[in-house]
């Protein structure tokens, strides 16, 4: 829920395993997407699942339980939105 309100994807890429983000207005890569998401200040997803109920105690059990949620959400998108070839940007590394 979290990347969603985050990031609103929108598209994937129709050459690239890319996707549109509306909120950021870019095409981001699964890296890009993971730095933000676990470790950019102004999203930092993993701070925000900490302090809910039955979140893992241990920042290294927390850190792995939210990446694997986020490479699920990535895999689901890119499996579900439609394809959008422009802007042909690249996407972010």
């Known amino acids: 829920?979290?990347?969603?309100?985050f990031f609103r994807f929108t598209?994937?890429?129709e050459r690239t395993e890319a996707l549109w983000s509306r909120s950021e207005r870019v095409?981001?890569?699964r890296r890009t997407y993971l730095n933000?998401?676990?470790?950019?200040?102004?999203?930092?997803?993993?701070w925000l699942v900490a302090v809910v109920a039955d979140a893992p105690e241990t920042a290294?059990?927390?850190?792995?339980?939210?990446?694997?949620e986020l490479i699920a959400y990535?895999?689901?998108?890119?499996?579900?939105?439609?394809?959008?070839?422009?802007p042909r940007w690249p996407p972010l590394p």
């Open 1 to 5: 829920m979290a990347a969603h309100v």
């Open 11 to 13: 598209h994937r890429g």
């Open 27 to 29: 095409w981001l890569g």
């Open 36 to 46: 933000w998401a676990m470790c950019d200040d102004g999203i930092d997803i993993s």
């Open 60 to 68: 290294d059990e927390l850190h792995e339980a939210v990446r694997a």
């Open 74 to 86: 990535w895999a689901e998108l890119l499996g579900s939105l439609p394809h959008k070839s422009t």
